[in-house]
C-alpha cells in the first residue's frame, strides 16, 4: 500500500526487505521498532518511528501535498476518508480475514477461526457486488480522480489471490477500474 501511495507521489525512500515467512517480523530488532510485529514501519533520521500504512501515508501527505491523494478541500476530504474507511472495512478487512483465518501461513501465528474465514469470503464477495455498482457511475472509488481509496480498495482486492478470492466475471465495473489501476504505473511498474 505505502510502496504504491510513495510512487503516486514521486517519493523515493530506502526501503528494507523484512522476511515475514521467516518471521523477521518476531526478531527483537524489529519489535524495538514496532511492538506490534507488523510492517510497514517508517524510520525518521531522529531514531524515532512511525507503523502502520495509512499513518504513513497522511505523514507522506502532509510532506508533499501534491498530487493530493486525501483530497484538496474539507469536503473532498472528507468524501475520500468515507471511501477509504469503506475500503478498510468492506473489502480489505473482510479479505484480511479470510486469509487470517483459512491459509496455512498463519497456522500457529494466530487462532484459526475457519467459520470467520468463511464468512469474510462470502462478505467481500457480497462488498464487491456493491462496489461494483458504485463504480458504474465514476471512474475511481472516491470520485472523479485517483486516491487514496483506490490504493486501499486494489491492494484489498490484490491480497485477494492468496485466499482464492477473486473479482466474479459479472462485477465488469469492478473489473474495469481494478485492470485500469493496476496499469498505472505506480502498480505495474
Not at 531522529?46 to 478541500?73: H, K, N, W
Request: aromatic share 10%.
Amino acid at each position: 500500500m505505502v510502496h504504491i501511495f510513495l510512487a503516486e507521489k514521486g517519493i523515493e525512500i530506502e526501503t528494507i526487505e523484512i522476511d515475514l515467512a521467516g518471521k523477521g517480523n518476531l526478531s527483537a530488532d524489529f519489535i524495538a521498532k514496532n511492538p506490534l510485529a507488523r510492517v510497514p514501519v517508517l524510520e525518521f533520521d531522529d531514531g524515532a518511528y512511525l507503523a502502520e500504512s495509512m499513518a504513513i501515508c497522511r505523514y507522506f501527505e502532509e510532506t508533499q501535498p501534491e498530487p493530493p491523494l486525501f483530497g484538496v478541500d474539507a469536503r473532498d476530504k472528507a468524501n475520500v476518508e468515507m471511501w477509504n474507511r469503506r475500503m478498510e472495512f468492506e473489502i480489505l478487512a473482510q479479505v484480511s480475514g479470510c486469509f487470517r483465518h483459512s491459509h496455512p501461513y498463519w497456522e500457529g501465528r494466530i487462532t484459526q477461526v475457519a467459520d470467520f474465514g468463511d464468512l469474510c469470503r462470502k462478505t467481500v464477495l457480497e462488498r464487491m457486488e456493491w462496489l461494483d455498482g458504485e463504480l458504474a457511475g465514476r471512474e475511481f472509488i472516491a470520485g472523479d480522480r485517483f486516491t487514496v481509496a483506490d490504493i486501499t480498495a486494489f491492494c484489498g482486492i490484490a491480497l485477494g489471490r492468496i485466499p482464492k478470492i477473486y473479482i466474479p466475471e459479472e462485477r465488469a465495473n469492478l473489473k474495469r477500474w481494478y485492470e485500469a489501476v493496476g496499469a498505472r504505473p505506480s502498480v505495474a511498474g
